[in-house]
């Protein structure tokens, strides 16, 4: 594994062109190009708003605690982060079929091909963290938000939340060159991971739902949501992980990897095959 | 004297037919079962032994489908031996697709600074000699520098990857038929410029069908049968054991 690690490290400009060249290609033809990273999420985010912070406003009030005086700050703290987890993971899965060219002509280290686009896809979140933190300053002026050490949470959320996805990019990519099914099936488990993970709710309400104790336990097994909760902890300190919650996303995470870069290395002889 | 610049020991790459039938998950992690090999499983390289020393002008010739290009990969290290081993001492300048590896949707010069950069020539190092490459691949591509790689012909793909690669530094050469494509002039100017890289001392495996290419080039020879090294001699024996097999 270290060797492996050392090569991708002398590969590391190999990475910075090709997220370069991802970002260039999608934008391209685009009129609004990057601000299509920043549309989206909002858009969703409004959507959110208006249905759960007006239609629904008097429940939601109810569960949000500290949140409930900012709860757009809420909503969209979580889905930027959300972004880059879902286009991550969507995008990573065609990481290696989609760039079978450049694969079978170029002696990069393949893990290079997947890790560009969750770097790529982090590149955008990072280009929306000013308007976040625009609004935070609004809400802050207001006093209904208070900025303080829980700011650090914030590294400590991108940290682990590239850990999973390099992990998870690593281990969908390649077995989505042997089984093509895989492309399909993430479509369905990002719609079913989006409402499994706190992001437009409080993890509180799951908490204290009527859900049988090994669901809620399950439910909190998923390494994103100890990562959710840390993006969320950042403005609302309140929602900063428990001991037990941030010990198993931290190694859940840390286990994805351990497990994507296993297998990768291991399917890597078949998928070079099957390119 | 020093270690061979290219060792390969018992080499060997097993494919499957009609994988699909027998996917398992099971299957992908264990390699080698040892159990009765599943049908459909066959080797286009086996038991191929070889070394090249730094300099040495080496031609791999066989009919078709008899593991040419598929060992200029394993040289190139875009597949991995499921036998024996291979060792590379150096960097590799492989053209092995007419393509080069160009994504069709960039522009002529967007592929340059890609695929050149992946093979680790430096940004600076590029945009120095961006006019020179460019140049060097022809009017023609240098009028659709900017067009996307899409519209290109397959003549001028070959020629802007031609261009690039015989640009890299590297030591090893490899070449799959390169020539194959490009009109008279542009092989002219290929031949001089694998003289030239010849000159510095660089070490070139070439496959090709075309003889003159190959007694142009290279010394020496490697005949290959069935996915098997039947020949491992002067270019002009490989090419007699080649017109021994084949009637012409």
């Known amino acids: 594994m270290t060797s492996g690690v050392a090569a991708l490290w002398s590969h590391r400009n190999s990475l910075r062109i090709l997220v370069k060249r991802d970002l260039a290609v999608k934008y391209q033809q685009s009129v609004l190009g990057y601000f299509w990273s920043l549309i989206e999420p909002l858009g969703m985010g409004a959507i959110y708003w208006f249905v759960f912070g007006v239609l629904y406003s008097r429940d939601t009030g109810r569960h949000l605690g500290d949140a409930a005086e900012s709860y757009p700050l809420f909503l969209i703290t979580g889905i930027f982060a959300w972004m880059w987890t879902s286009s991550a993971l969507s995008e990573a899965t065609n990481a290696l079929t989609g760039q079978s060219r450049l694969i079978t002509t170029m002696n990069v280290p393949r893990q290079v091909f997947p890790i560009g686009r969750v770097t790529g896809r982090f590149a955008e979140y990072a280009a929306g963290l000013p308007i976040l933190i625009a609004v935070a300053l609004v809400y802050a002026a207001h006093g209904r938000v208070e900025l303080g050490w829980s700011l650090l949470a914030l590294p400590l959320a991108v940290a682990v939340q590239g850990t999973l996805l390099i992990g998870l990019a690593l281990l969908l990519s390649a077995f989505n060159v042997l089984m093509r099914d895989v492309e399909r099936f993430m479509r369905l488990i990002i719609r079913v991971l989006f409402y499994a993970t706190p992001i437009i709710y409080p993890l509180s309400l799951v908490r204290e739902s009527d859900l049988p104790g090994w669901l809620k336990v399950g439910y909190e097994l998923n390494p994103l949501v100890g990562i959710f909760q840390l993006h969320h902890s950042v403005w609302y300190p309140d929602e900063f992980p428990d001991a037990r919650l941030l010990a198993t996303t931290v190694v859940g995470s840390l286990l994805v990897l351990a497990a994507g870069w296993w297998s990768f290395r291991r399917l890597e002889p078949a998928v070079l095959k099957e390119l | ?248």
């Open chain 2, 1 to 248: 004297m020093a270690d061979p610049i290219i060792e390969a020991d018992g080499l060997g790459i097993r494919f499957v037919r009609n994988r699909r039938r027998q996917l398992r998950l099971r299957e992908l992690f264990i390699h080698r079962g040892g159990r009765n090999a599943p049908a459909g499983q066959f080797w286009p390289l086996r038991d191929v032994s070889f070394q090249i020393n730094a300099g040495e002008t080496v031609g791999v010739i066989g009919r078709n489908g008899t593991g040419k290009s598929t060992l200029l990969r394993l040289i190139a290290g875009v597949l991995i031996p499921d036998e024996g081993s291979i060792q590379v001492r150096g960097d590799v300048a492989p053209l092995l697709e007419l393509s080069a590896g160009f994504s069709n949707d960039l522009s002529g010069r967007e592929n340059l600074h890609l695929v050149g950069g992946l093979h680790g020539l430096s940004a600076g190092y590029l945009k120095r000699h961006f006019d020179e490459i460019v140049s060097f691949a022809g009017e023609q591509v240098e009028r659709a520098i900017d067009t996307s790689v899409r519209h290109y012909s397959s003549g001028m793909k070959v020629r802007l990857g031609f261009a690039i690669i015989s640009h890299l530094p590297h030591p090893i050469l490899l070449m799959d038929e390169v020539t194959a494509v490009g009109d008279a002039e542009f092989r002219k100017k290929c031949y001089a410029t694998i003289d030239r890289l010849l000159g510095e001392g660089r070490t070139l495996v070439l496959v090709s069908h075309n003889e003159k290419d190959l007694t142009r080039f290279c010394r020496r020879g490697l005949y290959l049968d069935a996915g098997r090294l039947t020949l491992d001699g002067t270019i002009a024996e490989a090419l007699d054991a080649y017109h021994a097999a084949v009637p012409r």
